[in-house]
Nanobody, 111 residues
Framework: QVRLAESGGGLVQPGASLRLSCSGS????????LNWYRQAPGKEREWVST???????HYALSLKGRFTISRDNAKNTVYLQMNGLEPEDTAVYYC?????WGQGTPVTVSS
């Protein structure tokens, strides 16, 4: 059974940083592109970033270079480093691999 477990969310002030983690079990991350999505209150889920097995990365343009995705295949974990957080980044953040989704970790950016 595949399970993805996100962690690292929380309540932070504008300008702060957070690092999200997503660990997988029952799936080998080496075989998949790994993705982060987010869903803000009252909005549809949107794509944030992807990292391929090669290490190549893609980001949503709206992030303005503030986020960095990385992967540790040995730990079967994908990360999302988020810097310069803004209130507009408030959302539940999900990881996705091979059409499998985690349960999400909430991020709230508020003063």
């Amino acid at each position: 059974q595949v399970r993805l477990a996100e962690s690292g969310g929380g309540l932070v002030q504008p300008g702060a940083s957070l690092r999200l983690s997503c660990s997988g079990s029952g799936i080998d991350f080496n075989d998949y592109a790994l993705n982060w999505y987010r869903q803000a209150p009252g909005k549809e889920r949107e794509w944030v970033s992807t990292i391929f097995s090669s290490g190549r990365t893609h980001y949503a343009l709206s992030l303005k270079g503030r986020f960095t995705i990385s992967r540790d295949n040995a730990k079967n974990t994908v990360y999302l480093q988020m810097n310069g957080l803004e209130p507009e980044d408030t959302a539940v953040y999900y990881c996705m691999a091979g059409a499998n989704w985690g349960q999400g970790t909430p991020v709230t950016v508020s003063s």
